[in-house]
């Protein structure tokens, strides 16, 4: 679940100067690229891949939960609700591809694609 976390985490500018104080920016979201290349750079292959890429689903589901019960109501400071919705909203449009692509059977079939020389050799 760490890489996901992290390869989530670094979609979001948490320094972002103005309300709701962050701001997501989706063209630092994830390729299935990205997460080979630190998967591979761990010294793992299309298990792990499979595994980062549920954890990027559920991360963002457990951060809208965690925003949405860290809401106490409108404040000047940081924006829980504003936060919670984002991460939800990515939570429904990331599993709904997920779906879309065939869900686990599709990731391990596209793990199978991208770490073809390992399991051709097995």
């Not at 989530?8 to 962050?22: A, H, R, V």
């Not at 909203?89 to 591809?97: A, G, L």
């Amino acid at each position: 679940m760490d890489f996901g976390l992290l390869l989530n985490e670094i979609t979001y500018d948490f320094l972002y100067d103005k309300f709701p104080y962050w701001k997501y920016c989706e063209e630092l979201k994830a390729t299935d690229e990205i997460v080979e290349r630190y998967v591979r750079a761990y010294g793992e292959g299309a298990e792990m891949w499979v595994e980062v890429k549920q954890s990027l689903i559920a991360s963002n589901y457990i951060w809208a939960m965690w925003s949405l019960a860290s809401y106490k109501g409108p404040s000047e400071g940081y924006d829980f609700l504003e936060y919670a919705l984002t991460r939800y909203r990515r939570f429904k449009n990331e599993y709904q591809q997920f779906l879309e692509n065939g869900g686990l059977e599709g990731l391990i079939r596209r793990s199978r694609e991208i770490f073809a020389v390992e399991n051709s050799s097995t």
